[in-house]
C-alpha cells in the first residue's frame, strides 16, 4: 500500500469517526400530544424528564411536577434552569418533570372572563374577541393532562403552576377558584388589569368569604419596570400588581413572595422570575454536606421541616445519599458514613 492510499484511508477513517461523533444529541424533552375531548382539540406537550429518570444504578423515583404555559416560549431555559438548581450537592430543589403546554388560542384559554374592551382606534371593534374560557382550559389541565402525566411517568404528588402575562393572571384565577389544584403558583407580571382589574375583585371577594388563603400554598409574583414606568406613567398593569400585592400581604396568611425587578420589562421578567419563584418554593430544601458530617441526624431533620412547610412529604434521593456517602468515605468520617448507609438501605432497600 503506498503512502497517498494510506494517507487516504487515514483520512476517510477520521471524516467517518467525527460523522459518528456528530450525530451524538443531547435531548431535553420529548413531544406528546393529547386529543382533548375538553377543548375539542388536540394540544402538544412538551414533556423534560430529570437526569436520574431513566438511571438504572437507582432505585426508580417519583419527581414532582412543574406545569409550565406558553412551552413553546419558556421550554428550552427553564428546563435547564431546574436541572441547573436540582444538582447536587448543592440542589436548591428536588428534581423535577417540567410540562411544557404549547398554546392554540393563547388569549382564550388563559383569560377568565369575556373582554368588552373597544379598540381606541375603532370603537365597534371589541379587543380579545376570543377571550374568556379559561375555566375550560383549567379543566382540560386538570382532568386530561394531569392523569396522562400521572399515567405516563413517575409523578410525586407535588405540582406547580407557572405563567406570564395573561399565564399570569391564569395563574392567579387557578388559586383563587381551584387553590387545590396546585401546591404552587408562579405569576410572571401578570396581567391583573384584564377586565377593568376583576382579579383585584375576586381576591376580595375571596378573602371575604374564606377569611385566609389555605395552607401550605404559594404564591410567587414577579413585577417588571416597564416602560411605561419608566417615563413616570403607571400603567394598568402596575397599579393592578401593586393593588394585589397589598391585599395580599395584608393578609398574611399565604406563603407569598412579590419581587420587583428593576432592570427588566414585561418581555424579558420571565427568565429572573422564574429562576427566583424556583429558590423561594424551595426555600429550606437545601442542605449543608459539610454540617451533616458531624450532625448526620440534620438531613432528616430539615427534610421534615420543608415536608411540613410545603404540605407534602420530601426525601432525600438515591442520588443526594450517594453524594453524601461519597464524602463521608472520602473525607474519613466513618460514623456518619455508617449512618447514612442505614438510612440509604431503609430509603432505597434493595430487592434481593
Known sequence: MNSRLKFLLLNLFLLCSLSAVAQEKINIGEKQVISSAILNEKREIWIHLPKTYNDSSITPAKYPVIYLLDGEINFEY?????????????????????????NTERTRDLTPTKSQKKSPVNPNVVLFGDSGESENFVKFI??????FISKTYRTQDYSILVGHSFGGLFAVNVLLTHPEYFNAY??????????????????????????????????YVSQADNEEQNKNWNSDMTQAIEEFKGIVEKNGSLNYKHHFFESEVHGTVSYPGNYDALKFIFKGFRTDIKKLSKNPQLLEEEYKRFSEKAGSNFTPSETYLNVVLKFMKSNNF??????????????????K
Request: proline share 8%; net charge positive.
Open 186 to 219: 408562579v405569576a410572571n407580571d401578570p396581567s391583573l388589569w384584564w377586565d377593568n382589574n376583576v382579579m383585584i375583585s375576586k381576591t376580595k371577594s375571596y378573602l371575604e368569604k374564606n377569611k385566609a388563603f389555605p395552607a401550605h400554598k404559594f404564591l
Open 142 to 147: 386538570k382532568e386530561e393532562l394531569k392523569p
Open 78 to 102: 427553564y428546563t435547564g434552569m431546574s436541572d441547573f438548581l436540582a444538582r447536587p450537592p448543592y440542589a436548591d430543589m428536588p428534581e423535577c418533570i417540567v410540562v411544557g403546554i404549547k
Open 334 to 351: 466513618k460514623e456518619s458514613e455508617d449512618y447514612f448507609i442505614n438510612l440509604k438501605n431503609r430509603l432505597y432497600p434493595k430487592i
